[in-house]
């Protein structure tokens, strides 16, 4: 394959509106929301506007026909800005409608897709418990079927789920144990639950060290009924399938990992070259020099890194190696370069007016998410041949 990273003409006018969205639009508001750890409905239904949450997916489901490239390049400009908004919108897509799309009936695809694409609506993946993360086959959540009823009864909850408890937010879909192979092992199923299903209740959003302005919830079913119709995809899948949502996940992460890094880089070139410190601009220092140099570096190779791992998903070439490069190494830089801006920015930086003290308390997450690190480590063992 030939890798060319460059952006099409298409892409680059795609990446050049959502960066003046983000500069115009969000930049001057979002400080104010995550100040009061709100969600930014005006934004998100801006984005919506714009078609983002509709970007990999096809017009006949209300989408704009893009692919996943286009989704990392908007995820990544949004992200130099602000990240609560681009995380609202990368679990939006790849964790709320992206699950649909892969798997569900063509019915559930109707029903559900039009209005996840155009924003008026959002999704949620409730896959972690809080009993299982990283090993996420500890599901203990569990769907029994009632025949007479012809419905799933749920019991269980589910931790740190995004965007679900919103007052958009129309579904999550979760994975449940519905029952057990002859060895033992579950059989691990994803069923979308309806928001406001008597018996399924979202707790209030945590206080989280960074993504202020995104919603993140703990969730609990006692006796949740839904129909059997859904299941999502076929019964004993679910393991399969959240894998593969994980897979592409962490592209969209590695895109929102580069933009945060980007976005240091930005906020830093500009300070450096306005702050006076022993008669000079500090940007005059080779001391800072360097280290700028340094973090536009590493935000260039994160970039080249999502964009190949992408390139391949879209290809329809095996990506499972190159989204764990990627999602490991732009979250490696994101946190390195949020430490080195706020360095950068002195005194200042340790201000919340400032957006690298957003960045700050925000890239953290970005090594835990959708896959640790050490789970990035695992997974790129494993296709090296590594023994398990
Ligand atoms: C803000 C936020 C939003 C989230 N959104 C969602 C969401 O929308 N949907 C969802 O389903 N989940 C979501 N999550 C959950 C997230 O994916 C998990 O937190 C993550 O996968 C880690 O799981 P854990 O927290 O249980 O950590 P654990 O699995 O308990 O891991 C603890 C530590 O042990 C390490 N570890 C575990 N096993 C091994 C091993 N075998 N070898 C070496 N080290 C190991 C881990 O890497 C980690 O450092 C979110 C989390 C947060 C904080």
Same mark, same amino acid.
């Given at each position: 394959?030939?890798?060319?990273?460059?952006?099409?003409?298409?892409?680059?006018?795609l990446? +050049?509106t959502v960066?003046?969205f983000a500069?115009?639009v969000i930049?001057?508001?979002?400080?104010?929301?995550? @100040?009061?750890?709100?969600f930014p409905y005006e934004i998100v239904r801006e984005m919506g506007r714009m078609g983002l949450f509709g970007l990999p997916f096809p017009e @006949?489901y209300g989408g704009m026909g893009g692919?996943?490239?286009a989704l *990392?390049?908007a995820l990544?400009e949004l992200?130099?800005?602000d990240?609560s908004v681009a995380i609202t919108l990368e679990a939006g897509v790849s964790l709320g409608a992206m699950?649909v799309y892969?798997? *569900?009936?063509?019915?559930?695809?109707?029903h559900w897709l039009p209005k996840l694409c155009s924003g008026e609506a959002l999704g949620a993946? *409730?896959?972690?418990?809080?009993? /299982?993360?990283?090993?996420?086959?500890?599901?203990?959540?569990?769907?029994?079927?009632?025949?007479?009823?012809?419905?799933?009864?749920?019991? *269980?909850?589910?931790?740190?789920?995004t965007n679900s408890?919103t007052d958009i937010t129309e579904l999550?879909? $979760?994975?449940?144990?519905?029952?057990?192979?002859?060895?033992?092992?579950?059989?691990?199923?994803?069923?979308?639950?309806?928001s406001?299903?008597?018996?399924?209740?979202?707790?209030?959003?945590?206080?989280? $060290?960074?993504?202020?302005a995104s919603d993140?919830?703990?969730?609990?079913?006692?006796?949740?009924?839904?129909?059997?119709?859904?299941?999502?995809?076929?019964?004993?899948?679910?393991?399969?399938?959240?894998?593969?949502?994980?897979?592409?996940?962490?592209?969209a992460?590695?895109?929102?990992?580069?933009?945060?890094?980007?976005?240091? $880089?930005?906020?830093?070139?500009?300070?450096?070259?306005?702050?006076?410190?022993?008669?000079?601009?500090?940007?005059?220092?080779?001391?800072?020099?360097?280290?700028?140099?340094?973090?536009?570096? +590493?935000?260039?190779? /994160?970039?080249?890194?999502?964009?190949?791992?992408?390139?391949?998903?879209?290809?329809? @070439?095996?990506?499972?190696?190159? /989204?764990?490069?990627?999602?490991?190494?732009?979250?490696?830089?994101? $946190?390195?370069?949020?430490? @080195?801006?706020?360095?950068?920015?002195?005194?200042?930086?340790?201000?919340?007016?400032?957006?690298?003290?957003?960045?700050?308390?925000?890239?953290?997450?970005?090594?835990?998410?959708?896959?640790?690190?050490?789970?990035?480590?695992?997974?790129?063992?494993?296709?090296?041949?590594?023994? /398990?």
């Amino acid at each position: 394959m030939s890798l060319d990273h460059r952006l099409t003409a298409e892409h680059e006018e795609l990446r +050049r509106t959502v960066e003046e969205f983000a500069h115009d639009v969000i930049a001057p508001k979002i400080g104010d929301f995550y @100040e009061r750890h709100e969600f930014p409905y005006e934004i998100v239904r801006e984005m919506g506007r714009m078609g983002l949450f509709g970007l990999p997916f096809p017009e @006949e489901y209300g989408g704009m026909g893009g692919d996943y490239l286009a989704l *990392g390049i908007a995820l990544e400009e949004l992200a130099r800005v602000d990240s609560s908004v681009a995380i609202t919108l990368e679990a939006g897509v790849s964790l709320g409608a992206m699950p649909v799309y892969h798997f *569900g009936t063509e019915e559930q695809k109707q029903h559900w897709l039009p209005k996840l694409c155009s924003g008026e609506a959002l999704g949620a993946f *409730g896959l972690t418990e809080p009993d /299982a993360g990283s090993d996420a086959g500890g599901t203990r959540t569990t769907a029994v079927r009632d025949e007479a009823t012809g419905e799933w009864v749920i019991n *269980g909850s589910k931790c740190f789920i995004t965007n679900s408890g919103t007052d958009i937010t129309e579904l999550v879909t $979760v994975t449940a144990v519905t029952g057990h192979k002859e060895n033992g092992a579950p059989l691990i199923s994803s069923i979308i639950v309806p928001s406001g299903t008597p018996g399924f209740t979202v707790a209030a959003p945590y206080s989280k $060290v960074g993504w202020n302005a995104s919603d993140t919830r703990e969730l609990s079913f006692s006796d949740v009924r839904v129909p059997l119709a859904n299941l999502l995809g076929e019964e004993g899948r679910g393991y399969a399938q959240f894998l593969r949502i994980l897979d592409e996940g962490r592209i969209a992460i590695a895109a929102l990992s580069t933009g945060l890094a980007q976005g240091c $880089v930005d906020e830093s070139v500009k300070y450096a070259k306005e702050r006076q410190a022993f008669g000079r601009p500090i940007g005059a220092n080779q001391a800072i020099q360097f280290k700028i140099a340094d973090m536009e570096m +590493r935000a260039h190779m /994160a970039r080249i890194g999502w964009r190949d791992a992408a390139s391949r998903l879209v290809a329809g @070439e095996p990506f499972k190696k190159e /989204a764990a490069i990627a999602k490991l190494y732009s979250s490696t830089v994101a $946190v390195d370069n949020a430490r @080195e801006a706020t360095q950068i920015h002195g005194g200042y930086g340790f201000m919340n007016e400032y957006p690298v003290a957003r960045m700050w308390r925000d890239s953290k997450i970005l090594e835990i998410g959708e896959g640790t690190s050490e789970v990035q480590r695992m997974l790129i063992a494993r296709e090296l041949g590594l023994p /398990a």
